[in-house]
């Protein structure tokens, strides 16, 4: 899909010299079994000399109010299933597009259709949300319509239960950046936002900005997202200090001595 900017590996690997040499070294025994000791070898060399580093975007989180960078080696890189992927803008819509078009890309078939069809098919029903979920609005997302395909959300996107339209969604995050995209392929249209400020529980401006794109594609009612994310920032920042402040008046048990 000529995706030339999207990467499965550490991003420590991608952004610098030293990291890539240390990379080629972690997998060096793999290759060798595979392909032998010179090819290895030869391939390590040439792999040095024609890397060129990229820009890596630094990843975010907060505390509280305080915003502060991250390293971008984190938790997640510990179990390599967990590394995630890694990408530009640019490709990020790439990806959305093969979405959108059923599974291809620039005439080229990346996933059969009737792979598609599962992937977009719902499996498993999600009928435990709850009317004030933060995510999926109930402005937005009439409860009841969800479910779950393989690696997809499939639901209906409406106005207060009005003028339902099917989409396609997911979000991604972790190490201190998130994703979020929407395909809606009966109106041939889709959004994908990402930010460099991780997790759920710091920000849903990437989900918040596809449902303003949704809006005013659809004619939807207004709602001023920018305010309801603030709102539920306010919310959580108020449920966190109730929690510490009952943690803090419950009594230490003494120790029988």
């Known amino acids: 899909m000529d995706m030339h900017n999207s990467s499965a590996i550490r991003l420590d690997y991608e952004s610098s010299r030293l990291g890539h040499i240390n990379y080629l070294i972690s997998r060096f025994e793999y290759d060798t079994n595979k392909n032998g000791v010179l090819p290895t070898i030869w391939n390590f060399i040439k792999s040095v000399f024609t890397f060129k580093s990229k820009e890596i975007t630094i990843s975010h989180s907060r ?56 992937i977009t098919s719902i499996i498993t029903e999600i ?68 930010v460099n400020l991780g997790g759920v529980s710091h920000t849903l401006f990437a989900e918040y900005m596809c449902n303003n794109f949704l809006d005013l594609c659809f004619d939807f009612s207004k709602i001023d997202w920018i305010q309801e994310e603030l709102k539920r920032k306010l919310y959580i920042e108020n449920k966190q200090q109730e929690f510490i402040q009952n943690i803090s008046q419950i009594p230490t048990p003494m120790n029988n001595i």
């Open 63 to 118: 505390y509280r109010d305080i915003i502060y960078p991250m390293e971008q080696i984190g938790y997640c890189h510990i179990f390599p299933a967990t590394a995630g992927i890694a990408f530009s803008y640019e490709d990020f819509a790439k990806w959305i597009q093969m979405i959108l078009n059923g599974g291809v890309s620039n005439g080229k078939i990346i996933v059969k259709p009737e792979t598609f069809k599962k």
């Open 127 to 194: 009928n435990n949300i709850k009317d004030d979920d933060f995510t999926f609005r109930i402005e937005r997302i009439p409860r009841g319509s969800m479910g779950y395909g393989l690696g997809t959300f499939i639901t209906k996107y409406s106005d207060n239960g009005k003028n339902e339209r099917p989409i396609i969604f997911h979000m991604g995050g972790t190490y201190g950046a998130a994703s979020f995209f929407v395909v809606a392929p009966e109106d041939n249209i889709a959004v994908g936002v990402i």
